[in-house]
């Protein structure tokens, strides 16, 4: 079964992103809600149902063979995270 198959894309946004000449498309389900909060000694992610899914798929995108190292997804607050939401950074790092 592919990643498709069991996580039905139901996205309202979607950004194409390329690297090295390879195109990933990231998608945000429709009502996903992402919170990421910085509590000093740890960051907590919270988020919907929707949202989880849209991480989960964030991450096998990043994942996809042929995917350069270094290749990465900036999210932010009014950038597919909630209002007051600290930056995250989502990178492939196939280095030791």
């Given at each position: 079964?592919?990643?498709e198959?069991?996580?039905?894309l139901t996205a309202s ?5 390329s690297?090295?000449?390879v195109?990933?498309?990231f998608s ?13 000694a ?5 988020a ?10 964030h991450?096998?995108?990043l994942?996809?063979a ?8 900036h999210l ?5 995270l909630?209002?007051?939401s600290?930056?995250l ?8």
């Amino acid at each position: 079964m592919t990643a498709e198959q069991e996580m039905p894309l139901t996205a309202s946004t979607t950004m194409a992103a390329s690297a090295d000449g390879v195109s990933r498309v990231f998608s945000w389900e429709q009502d996903a809600r992402i919170n990421v909060r910085n509590l000093g000694a740890e960051i907590v992610i919270e988020a919907n149902a929707a949202g989880l899914r849209t991480l989960a798929r964030h991450v096998l995108t990043l994942a996809e063979a042929g995917t350069p190292d270094g290749s990465h997804l900036h999210l932010e607050d009014s950038n597919g995270l909630e209002e007051g939401s600290v930056g995250l950074v989502l990178e492939r790092d196939d280095g030791e």
